[in-house]
């Protein structure tokens, strides 16, 4: 199956700051990307899916000023909480789908954990 | 709104006994159904998935699922668990032309 990367796997940053996490397909054109948030024992919540090229798509309730996303080529999509703060700790993993693939499959990365103080 | 549900938070079993994960969505629609699977500290992986054709669908490690559309269902089998089977399961509905939803997820114990 294809291969979908995340970094940094974890990240420990201070209330107030940036933090920028990639995810990439490594053997596959991603022309779609998802990013999900993960809570302790809890499902996948989907955040927003971005095409390659064009502006991503946020869905109800999430901050679109507060997570960034950019899809600039076909194997890299980058999140970025932006100011976090600890209520902003979670699990974000992203899947991909794309050229090549069955349009009704995503691959999913290994996921950041994101622990702000 | 599209939901799924999954019948246990979690499940608990023996070495070597039957497993029936039950899965329910609510989407009237045509639907592709997935079941993942993901161990302890590792990503979500693909278990099966169906999208058209024989609704009892065999995935990897000897999971079965089996759809049926009166009901809604789309519960996950196996006939003999192993303690590596040891996981959180998640269903998800991708309803044609929209994205995924996921289940809230039921997490398996498997006592040596």
């Known amino acids: 199956g294809a291969v979908v990367s995340q970094h940094p796997s974890r990240v420990i940053c201070k209330s107030g700051t940036s933090v920028k996490i990639e995810c990439r397909s490594l053997?596959?054109?991603?022309?779609?990307m998802f990013w999900y948030r993960q809570f302790p024992k809890q499902s996948l919540m989907l955040m927003a899916t971005?095409?390659?090229?064009?502006?991503?798509?946020?869905e109800q309730g999430v901050e679109k000023d507060k997570f960034l996303i950019n899809h600039a080529s076909l194997t890299l999509s980058t999140l970025t909480v932006t100011s976090a703060h600890p209520e902003d700790s979670s699990f974000y993993i992203c899947?991909?789908?794309?050229?090549?693939?069955?349009?009704?499959?995503?691959?999913f990365g290994p996921g950041t954990r994101l622990t702000v103080l | 709104a599209q939901s799924v549900s999954q019948h246990n938070h979690h499940v608990i079993l023996s070495e070597a006994a039957s497993l029936e994960l039950g899965c329910n969505y609510s989407y009237g629609g045509t639907v592709n159904l997935f079941w993942y699977v993901q161990y302890p500290g590792q990503h979500l992986q693909l278990l099966l998935k169906y999208f058209s054709g024989d609704p009892l669908v065999k995935g990897i490690k000897g999971f079965e699922a089996e759809f049926i559309k009166s009901k809604f269902s789309f519960n996950l089998r196996k006939p003999s668990v192993q303690w590596s089977d040891t996981a959180e399961y998640f269903c998800a509905v991708n309803p044609v032309l929209r994205n995924f939803v996921f289940g809230p997820g039921t997490r398996l114990s498997v006592l040596p």
């Open positions: 971005s095409n390659e090229g064009s502006k991503a798509t946020y």
């Open positions: 053997d596959f054109q991603a022309t779609t």
């Open positions: 899947s991909a789908a794309g050229t090549g693939l069955h349009y009704n499959e995503q691959f």
